[in-house]
């Protein structure tokens, strides 16, 4: 099955700076990648998500990068503020094959002041 | 709310009592998604349904674990005689296609 490894597991920054957090995923056939933010005591968010038929997402201080061939997906936060702190997850899925994700073991991201 | 909606939001239980939790889907979605999640990691699939049809039980998923969407609406969760190990955050999940849209989640404890 599909395994999924996320990096760094914590991750800090200062305000304003970037916070870029990278993935791998084992199955060639994976073409579906949420990003998820989650909060303390609450359910993961959707952020951003891209395709395999796209290299590159933007959606305002948040990017993510697509490397199909090396198997590689990061998210890309600029201009950080203290609310993105929070954890975050990348997941792979293979569209039409029960469409159920695969998540990394998740990223802290701690935006310092 | 047009959200996917969870309930309880927390639950602690006696080790060996049976649980119940309830998912309510985002409406115009036919696929519902259990996963588990514990601390520290993300959430692992459990199950998942195509409007009333369960599709797919992850092995996580022992036999002490069902769970039912009667109408194709609403799915509950049950888990007969808990134990400890079971001890964790249940995510329900619905999606139109690929898009996964998360509940809050019910908060399992087992003493």
């Given at each position: 099955?599909?395994?999924?490894?996320?990096h760094p597991?914590?991750?800090?920054v200062?305000?304003?700076?970037?916070?870029?957090?990278?993935?791998?995923?084992s199955?060639?056939?994976?073409?579906?990648?949420?990003?998820?933010?989650q909060e303390?005591g609450?359910?993961?968010?959707?952020?951003i998500?891209i395709?395999?038929?796209?290299g590159?997402?933007k959606?305002?201080?948040?990017?993510?990068?697509?490397?199909?061939?090396?198997?590689?997906?990061s998210?890309?936060?600029?201009?950080?503020?203290?609310?993105d702190?929070?954890?975050?997850?990348?997941?792979?899925?293979?569209?039409?094959?029960g469409?159920?994700?695969t998540?990394?073991?998740?990223?802290?991201?701690?935006?310092?002041? | 709310?047009?959200?996917?909606?969870?309930?309880?939001?927390?639950k602690i239980?006696?080790?060996?009592?049976n649980?119940?939790?309830?998912?309510?889907?985002?409406?115009?979605?036919?696929?519902?998604?259990?996963?588990?999640?514990?601390?520290?990691?993300?959430?692992?699939?459990?199950t998942?349904f195509?409007?009333?049809?369960?599709?797919?039980k992850?092995?996580?998923?022992?036999?002490?674990?069902?769970?039912e969407?009667?109408?194709?609406?609403?799915?509950t969760?049950?888990?007969?005689?808990t134990?400890?190990?079971?001890?964790a955050?249940?995510?329900?999940?619905?999606?139109?296609?690929s898009?996964?849209?998360?509940?809050?989640?019910?908060?399992l404890?087992?003493?």
């Amino acid at each position: 099955g599909e395994n999924v490894e996320q990096h760094p597991s914590t991750l800090s920054v200062q305000e304003g700076d970037s916070a870029v957090i990278k993935c791998t995923y084992s199955d060639s056939a994976s073409n579906y990648f949420p990003w998820y933010k989650q909060e303390l005591g609450k359910g993961p968010q959707l952020i951003i998500d891209i395709r395999s038929n796209v290299g590159e997402k933007k959606d305002q201080r948040i990017a993510v990068t697509l490397n199909k061939t090396a198997k590689h997906f990061s998210l890309h936060i600029t201009e950080t503020q203290p609310e993105d702190s929070a954890v975050y997850f990348c997941a792979a899925l293979i569209t039409g094959g029960g469409n159920k994700l695969t998540f990394g073991t998740g990223t802290q991201l701690k935006v310092e002041l | 709310d047009t959200g996917v909606s969870q309930d309880p939001r927390h639950k602690i239980t006696k080790r060996g009592q049976n649980v119940t939790f309830r998912c309510d889907p985002i409406s115009e979605h036919n696929r519902l998604y259990w996963y588990r999640q514990t601390l520290g990691q993300g959430p692992e699939f459990l199950t998942y349904f195509q409007n009333e049809a369960q599709l797919e039980k992850s092995r996580l998923l022992s036999n002490r674990f069902s769970a039912e969407r009667p109408k194709g609406s609403f799915s509950t969760l049950e888990i007969q005689r808990t134990e400890q190990g079971d001890s964790a955050m249940y995510l329900c999940a619905s999606t139109p296609d690929s898009k996964a849209f998360f509940g809050q989640g019910t908060r399992l404890t087992v003493v």
